[in-house]
T-cell receptor, first 113, second 113 residues
């Protein structure tokens, strides 16, 4: 029962271009969404979040878009830099007030010079 | 300003032994979460604790696993009589309040021989 899905296991983007990572969810009770970035042998690092009452949140090169009717969110990184190469996890929270995060499987982003 | 600390970073156990994983939350954080990541998968929630209380253990296996967060000292995730299927990366996260962002530690990589 995969409530949060990242359907692209990997993505390759040229340096300087836009990276778009996608995430779909099935449970309409989720009220808060987060993106984490993870390097090998390290813990996930928080990137950006969005509440379900918003449809966009921006922080520097990172923008998250939320489409509640489609149960879809995306992370845009522009311009992409080599240091952005990592695994990106989408996470959701809030069913019945629960604080636990439900994670997607992750997308491995590779930025090519 | 230290982040979430976890130790050991790597732990090797033989089948049937006990594993103890420790987590010290960020300064000022009193909420601790444990997640497990199996190879090539996303993180899966295990347990959520506040000082001296287990708030949500819906992701904990019913047997052999236990967690505590005492008044003094780190949170401990304990796995008794480990089996090969327990081999995984175990991540701890902490937050200042239940609605706040969860910040992750570097993880403990458990290998059961």
């Amino acid at each position: 029962d995969q409530q949060v899905k990242q359907n692209s296991p990997s993505l390759s983007v040229q340096e300087g271009r836009i990276s778009i990572l996608n995430c779909d969810y099935t449970n309409s009770m989720f009220d808060y969404f987060l993106w984490y970035k993870k390097y090998p042998a390290e813990g996930p690092t928080f990137l950006i979040s969005i509440s379900s009452i918003k449809d966009k949140n921006e922080d520097g090169r990172f923008t998250v878009f939320l489409n509640k009717s489609a149960k879809h969110l995306s992370l845009h990184i522009v311009p992409s830099q080599p240091g952005d190469s990592a695994v990106y996890f989408c996470a959701a929270r809030g069913v019945q007030g629960a604080q636990k995060l439900v994670f997607g499987q992750g997308t491995r982003l590779t930025i090519n010079p | 300003n230290a982040g979430v600390m976890q130790n050991p970073r790597h732990l090797v156990r033989r089948r049937g032994q006990e594993a103890r994983l420790r987590c010290s939350p960020m300064k000022g954080h009193s909420h601790v979460y444990w997640y497990r990541q199996l190879p090539e998968e996303g993180l899966k929630f295990m347990v959520y604790l506040q000082k001296e209380n287990i708030i949500d253990e819906s992701g904990m296996p019913k047997e052999r696993f236990s967690a505590e967060f005492p008044k003094e000292g780190p949170s401990i995730l304990r796995i008794q009589q480990v089996v090969r299927g327990d081999s995984a990366a175990y991540f701890c996260a902490s937050s200042r309040d239940r609605q706040e962002t969860q910040y992750f530690g570097p993880g403990t990589r458990l290998l059961v021989l």
